[in-house]
């Protein structure tokens, strides 16, 4: 009997994985230049994400101190006056993709609804938003892009930079999922 119920558990586990997809490599850029100034962009790349491919729900999660900037001093602001790192080392994303079916993913992009909760210093909005996704080999390519704004999470841009510094901020998604095993 013993036997039976570790086999029992050990299939249910192994099922429950095969239904999620998952990244410790996602890219996500963020850009907030104002032309006729230095661009304002930064990329991480070790975003972690997973993916329900049974249900749609998906949750991303970064470190603040990952995004790394071509100028240090940008990125130590970044990190120091704005974001508050120390303070709130993470950014989360819970959503779902709204009428995910796996079995409508192709090689060929489709576009789905992504509808979750951003939280960035403490702070959580609504998002809704376009997400594409293809079927790679082993694979789930996602994309996507949206804007939020530094007002959404408190985050208060000094007067002598604020004309330096975009109001809405474009968040770019590139993630390579692959299956959970």
Do not use: C
């Amino acid at each position: 009997m013993k036997n039976i119920g570790l086999l029992l558990m050990l299939f249910i586990t192994s099922y429950a994985s095969a239904q999620k997809y998952f990244s410790k490599t996602g890219e996500t850029e963020f850009k907030a230049s104002v032309e006729a100034f230095e661009p304002v962009e930064a990329i991480n790349k070790s975003t972690t994400v997973l993916l329900n491919t049974k249900n749609g729900t998906i949750a991303a999660l970064l470190f603040v101190k990952a995004f790394h900037f071509e100028i240090a001093l940008m990125e130590e602001h970044f990190n120091e006056n704005y974001m508050d790192s120390d303070k709130f080392p993470k950014a989360v994303f819970k959503g779902e993709i709204i009428d995910f079916d796996m079995t409508s993913l192709s090689e060929i992009k489709k576009e789905f609804k992504l509808k979750g909760k951003l939280t960035v210093r403490g702070k959580t909005k609504n998002i809704e938003t376009v997400v594409y996704l293809k079927k790679a080999t082993n694979k789930i390519l996602l994309t996507s892009k949206f804007n939020v704004s530094p007002q959404d999470f408190d985050i208060e841009i000094p007067s002598i930079v604020r004309n330096k510094i975009a109001n809405a901020i474009q968040l770019k998604l590139n993630y390579e999922l692959i299956e959970k095993k």
